[in-house]
């Protein structure tokens, strides 16, 4: 079945970069998400990336899909105190109907001064 | 911000009582969503709604029931709430099948 897999933590310094990653099995995704959580707060869409892009930047965010290896990464550069939160990827096939996307589990980013 | 607002944000009930959870959304998006996040469960699908009145379950959706009787409003309900029920509930709108889900702040609920 399908499954999105993602580390739990990563601890990084101020003004460094992070680099979350994610792997999903089904290779048929056609949308991939990376969503970002504070705390007491809902999920909120950072950026998204089509299945036919190898990389989409935004601003501090940059995403980068290898579809070969199922693998989806998220790079936020100059990484800030106020970076720290859960991120959680999401894939899903554009075939129509109800659309279930699968969610990994997070990962909780944590930026040090 | 996609305009959804859950409500009520917090409460607290005793084991066996009714409750209902209601969002409501301003976008006018044809697809909802009610997810529950645990730790160590991340999110879960409890159940959908794809138009008025079309509902499908999730993967957890014993113990729950919706209801969409208008575009805008979805509800949650648990018949007789349980305190493996307690949670912080989510719900979720989408506007087309190529388009990227958009969040509520969530209900945290707790059962006693």
């Known amino acids: 079945g399908e499954d999105v897999e993602q580390s739990l933590f990563l601890s990084v310094r101020e003004g460094d970069s992070s680099v979350i990653n994610c792997t999903y099995t089904d290779s048929s995704s056609t949308y991939l998400y990376w969503y970002k959580q504070e705390p007491g707060a809902g999920l909120q869409l950072l950026t998204y990336i089509f299945s036919n892009m190898d990389m989409k930047q935004d601003q501090r965010l940059t995403v980068l899909l290898n579809k070969k290896d199922k693998h989806l990464s998220l790079r936020i550069a100059d990484t800030q105190t106020g970076d720290s939160a859960i991120y959680f990827c999401a894939e899903s096939r554009g075939s129509g109907g109800s659309y279930i996307p699968t969610f990994g589990r997070g990962t909780s980013l944590i930026v040090h001064p | 911000d996609a305009g959804i607002t859950q409500s009520p944000r917090h409460k607290v009930t005793e084991t066996g009582t009714p409750v209902t959870l209601r969002c409501h959304q301003t976008?006018?998006?044809?697809?909802m969503y009610w997810y529950r996040q645990d730790p160590g469960h991340g999110l879960r699908l409890i159940h959908y709604s794809y138009g008025v009145k079309d509902t499908d379950k999730g993967e957890v959706s014993d113990g729950y029931s919706v209801s969409r009787s208008k575009t805008e409003d979805f509800l949650l309900t648990l018949e007789s709430a349980t305190s493996s029920q307690t949670s912080v509930y989510f719900c979720a709108i989408r506007e087309g099948y190529n388009q990227p889900q958009h969040f509520g702040d969530g209900t945290r609920l707790s059962i006693l």
């Open positions: 976008e006018n998006h044809r697809y």
